[in-house]
């Protein structure tokens, strides 16, 4: 089993940055698509920003401008740039990705814990 490690979260005021971090803690044999989830209590975990392993981007619409994800697919790894922090930005972030641990495997989904972001007004 692989458990995605992340690390950055962390409390900042409204206008501030936070650079998210997450790494597979073990040699991989490739990556299809890595990303970023967040979910507050009560609601869907929805999709922050992911990358591909051709570098293709996408983000929600609430974080475009302003959030910057990038990733070494090679490595399973994918960091978020997040700036000009809002409020309602707090939530718990999780690190996703789509990988192939073996040559032999096929490509699964694995998650990380999760890390808290809050943002004080």
């Known amino acids: 089993q692989v458990q995605l490690v992340e690390s950055g979260g962390g409390l900042v005021q409204a206008g501030g940055s936070l650079r998210l971090s997450c790494e597979v803690p073990?040699?991989?044999?490739?990556?299809?698509?890595m990303g970023w989830y967040r979910q507050v209590p009560g609601k869907q975990r929805e999709l922050v920003a992911s990358i591909s392993k051709r570098g293709t981007t996408d983000y929600a619409d609430s974080v475009k401008g302003r959030f910057t994800v990038s990733g070494d697919s090679a490595k399973g790894a994918v960091f978020l740039q997040m700036e000009e922090l809002k409020p309602e930005d707090t939530s718990v972030y999780y690190c996703?990705?789509?990988?192939?641990?073996?040559?032999?495997?096929?490509?699964?989904?694995?998650w990380g814990q999760g890390t808290q972001v809050t943002v004080s007004s």
């Open positions: 073990r040699s991989i044999f490739s990556s299809l698509l």
């Open positions: 996703y990705g789509n990988l192939k641990v073996h040559f032999d495997s096929y490509y699964e989904d694995y």
